[in-house]
T-cell receptor
Framework: AQSVTQLGSHVSVSEGALVLLRCNYS??????LFWYVQYPNQGLQLLLK??????LVKGINGFEAEFKKSETSFHLTKPSAHMSDAAEYFC?????????FGPGTRLSVLP | DVKVTQSSRYLVKRTGEKVFLECVQD?????MFWYRQDPGLGLRLIYF???????EKGDIPEGYSVSREKKERFSLILESASTNQTSMYLC??????????????FGPGTRLTVT
């Protein structure tokens, strides 16, 4: 079955530190891959999307993600965390009509 | 910008009541989705629709039904609400057209409490 996994349900970083949120997908054929962010009591907002055009994808708010087929990974990074980045982050894959979400990673940013 | 709106942000209903959750999108998207989100379980797909009057079951359709009479509107119906349906409900829509294909756009969510 197709699945998307996220290592770490909760990640804490200090303000100004590197943010790294991990995502792995299961498939021999890379699906469309996405990162979404959810702020408290809000819906999900699209951060970025991989479509095979480029392995390094830049998104909004300074985030980027790198697609690595050999590792079946699509990790999300940001060089310097800001307090406003505290939220829940979801990795997702689109396998044709089937859209699969990872379980989410809650990011805390410490002052 | 794509806008997906949901009829209520917060809703409190009694056990056994019939509940309607409405979702409207303004970008002429073909696909619409209903998810529920629970702590520790992530997002789970209840139903989706790829065209007017068309619907497909998702992973957890039991206890729910849907209606799509117009392209922009997708309703989720709880025929007889139960306490285990207390959750956050999220609506989303997506286009079949490039370059936005497969991108899902979400509404703000409805937090439903069934007492």
């Amino acid at each position: 079955a197709q699945s998307v996994t996220q290592l770490g349900s909760h990640v804490s970083v200090s303000e100004g530190a590197l943010v790294l949120l991990r995502c792995n997908y299961s498939s021999s054929v890379p699906p469309y891959l996405f990162w979404y962010v959810q702020y408290p009591n809000q819906g999900l907002q699209l951060l970025l999307k991989y479509t095979s055009a480029a392995t390094l994808v830049k998104g909004i708010n300074g985030f980027e993600a790198e697609f690595k087929k050999s590792e079946t990974s699509f990790h999300l990074t940001k060089p310097s965390a800001h307090m406003s980045d505290a939220a829940e982050y979801f990795c997702a894959g689109s396998y044709g009509q089937n859209f699969v979400f990872g379980p989410g990673t809650r990011l805390s940013v410490l002052p | 910008d794509v806008k997906v709106t949901q009829s209520s942000r917060y809703l409190v209903k009694r056990t056994g009541e019939k509940v309607f959750l409405e979702c409207v999108q303004d970008m002429d998207h073909e696909n619409m989705f209903w998810y529920r989100q629970d702590p520790g379980l992530g997002l789970r797909l209840i139903y989706f629709s790829y065209d007017v009057k068309m619907k497909e079951k998702g992973d957890i359709p039991e206890g729910y039904s849907v209606s799509r009479e117009k392209k922009e509107r997708f309703s989720l119906i709880l025929e007889s609400a139960s306490t285990n349906q207390t959750s956050m409900y999220l609506c989303a829509s997506s286009s079949l057209l490039a370059p936005k294909v497969h991108e899902q756009y979400f509404g703000p969510g409805t937090r439903l409490t069934v007492t």
